[in-house]
């Protein structure tokens, strides 16, 4: 029987990753609160059927993501195609840490299945586990995740 | 630009920042599956107070058709109370969270699909049962014999349109309650789904 003091510390050496998944989804800050605590909420329910038979990075990586996208979650206002064009400032010279915040807005513009399976790759995930996570065909997270790659590359180069 | 290298410089300036208010462990979730095991038991509780209600009326009435009518309206709201608090005590909270997202998301619509569903079907029996009684039991107040009354063909065919008019009418509203409830969750998690279904 999982004990709360293991989960607990499991949980404070991973919590990264469950806000991580919060930035890339979720767009208020009454949101992210909600979602944090269902993530735990989720996690500390499902965690007797961890066997342990993966990290429980990854376990927890996927309680997160299943979470979130099954979550009822306020809309988002912003129009990410204004975010890019504020990556520039008048001059034309783009500003500090341009390249990571520009990778941030072209990933949260592409669609969440596509978020999901990008972040898990940037993340070191092999198609294999990602097409375990996302319920795909491994030939069909390659080719996702091509065309994905592209995308993004294409959003990059118009900055 | 490498996207490793710039992922990696995101994750550590903002994709890792803690979340406000991020401290413990909730032990009641707000997960739209919860909103439904809510309503269920709100329902039931109302199944309850309703059942007072005509069988306090079942007393105050004394013709022996309204209290056949209301009878089966009790039996009607029997039957509602123990279907919605076997479907309350039966459903849980904690998704297959730990499965592959396909499963989650189609688990988590199958099961709000279902229960609107079931809901609707159940009400659908209820409005026209409790719809004859209410007609039966106004007829009574308004101090005519609800026998005699119930034998007039002309009472009949308005009691018969009323029932026509009023039973679609209590589903289409509840239909429009419940598409405003869940609709939208209902719509992102399908297109969730199609998403994952497309080979593209």
Known sequence: MASEREFTNLIEQNRGIIFKVIRLYVHHEEDERDLFQEILFQAWRSFPQFKGDSKFSTWLYRVALNTVLTFKRRPQLVVPHEDLSLLKTSSGDKIQSEESEALYIAIRELNEIDRMIITLHLDGYENEEIAEISGLTKNNTAVKLHRIKETITKKLKML | ?200
């Open chain 2, 1 to 200: 630009m490498d996207l490793q290298e710039a992922w990696k410089k995101l994750e550590n300036d903002k994709l890792t920042k803690p979340v406000t208010g991020a401290v413990h462990i909730q032990k009641k979730s707000k997960h739209p599956v919860q909103k439904l095991k809510t309503a269920y038991l709100q329902t039931t509780g109302f199944s309850v107070l309703f059942l007072i209600c005509f069988i306090a009326l079942f007393f105050y009435f004394h013709e022996p058709l309204v209290k056949i009518g209301l009878v089966l309206v009790i039996i009607s709201y029997i039957f509602f109370f123990i279907t919605n608090f076997s479907m309350y005590r039966k459903i849980n909270v904690v998704l297959p969270v730990d499965k592959s997202l396909k499963q989650a998301l189609t688990h988590t619509h199958q099961f709000i699909t279902d229960n609107i569903r079931f809901q609707k079907r159940v009400a659908l029996f209820i409005y026209p049962v409790a719809g004859t009684a209410g007609f039966m039991m106004g007829g009574s107040i308004g101090g005519g014999n609800v026998e005699e009354m119930m034998q007039d063909p002309k009472v009949l065919l308005i009691a018969a349109i009323v029932m026509g008019v009023l039973t679609p009418l209590c589903y289409y509203m509840a239909n429009w309650m419940y598409k405003i409830s869940y609709g939208k969750c209902l719509v992102e998690l399908q297109e969730r789904i199609d998403q994952l279904e497309d080979p593209n």
